[in-house]
């Protein structure tokens, strides 16, 4: 598979595109991060993802996985890890990659027993060819995370 440039987390915040939904869920925050570090689970909240396998450690940095979508499969590493917290990987290899290095985040911050906000950041440093098409493609994966948020709240409960 072609390689993509790993990035760290701090990349998140001076990445040049950064698509990011938020949701506040009526779960407790290790209910929402139990459902997100459950590999296997995904598909079943991110339903553009149809299969998840673990490929070296499960939990923590430096743990991978690979994950199938429609039409490319992709190799992760996590980059973050804090139990009922944080979730963030880097992408380091694609079937077909639309960007040059990518990192996504899950970030689960308590409101209350019985409360969380969700955010899922995706950034990204597309290929030049890539750029028109940015206006759409951001639209898109915005509403398919804002879509995946809301599973992720009735995986959770």
């Given at each position: 598979?072609p ?8 990349w ?13 869920m009526?779960v407790s925050?290790?209910?929402a991060?139990a459902?997100?570090?459950?590999h296997?689970r ?7 993802l ?29 980059i ?8 963030a990987?880097?992408?380091?290899h ?10 996504e ?14 955010t899922?950041t ?9 750029k028109?098409m940015?206006p ?14 809301s599973?992720?709240e009735?995986a959770?409960?």
């Open positions: 598979m390689d993509l440039q790993p990035r760290p987390f701090d998140l915040t001076t990445a040049p595109v950064r698509i990011e939904a938020t949701r506040e009526a925050a290790a209910a991060f459902v997100v570090a459950d296997e995904w598909p079943e909240w991110f339903t553009q149809k299969r998840v396998e673990v490929t070296g450690a499960p939990t923590g940095v430096g743990g991978q996985r690979r994950v199938a979508l429609a039409g490319v499969v992709v190799d992760e590493v996590f973050a890890w804090e139990p009922d917290r944080l979730f990987f880097t992408l380091t694609a079937s077909r990659p639309m960007a040059k290095a990518m990192v985040a899950v970030q689960v911050e308590p409101l209350g027993d019985d409360r969380c906000r969700v899922y995706q950034a990204l440093e597309p290929h030049g060819w890539m028109p940015l759409l493609m951001r639209r898109t994966m915005r509403s398919m995370l804002a879509k995946a948020l599973s992720l009735q959770a409960r």
